[in-house]
């Protein structure tokens, strides 16, 4: 039996057709990835709907989709470069720098936790950045040599449904030290 073009051209609609926008046959959304932080010293399970975006000039991993309304970014203070420090006063400091740059805020905690059997502390914050509704959840996480600021937030709109993955991206934290 020889190809002809007309039938090359009907299995190659068919592929397509039966292949969803994620190119898998199943229908199923890939499940999350492991990113690492652009120093090595962290990783977050990401899920496939969240690309890498330039979010803030110095995080060490930053996320998003623009569609869904959830970003996320990582910022590492080094305790090299701190005199004095522990995961109080990094929590306080990093959670007043963000407070700076929201209008009416709302704060709720802090929560004490343990993430990857390390200390964390974590806020959630409701205000408005440039005239939007934004909820954050703010965490800082202490390992032996950094304290981590996951910040990860959405619109207020958004946050009840992105809450649960949001939360998920946080506790997925891994310290590669």
Known sequence: MRTTPATLLSCMLLAIMTLTPSGNASGQE??????????????????????????????????????????????????????????????????????????APIVQGPVMSVIDDLDAIQYVIEGAVDGKKIVYLHTTIETPDVFSQIVAWSLRSRYEENRMEMEEIVRSFQSTE
Not at 59 to 84: F, H, M, P, R, T
Request: hydrophobic content about 40%.
């Open 30 to 103: 890939e499940g999350p990835r492991t990113m690492f932080s652009m120093d090595g010293s962290l990783s977050l399970d990401i899920p496939a709907h969240l690309d890498t975006m330039e979010l803030h000039e110095d995080a060490v991993l930053q996320v998003g989709d623009y569609y869904s309304e959830i970003y996320v970014i990582v910022l590492n203070d080094w305790k090299a470069d701190l005199e004095g420090w522990n995961i109080g006063k990094d929590s306080y400091i990093t959670l007043g720098n963000l407070l700076r740059s929201i209008s």
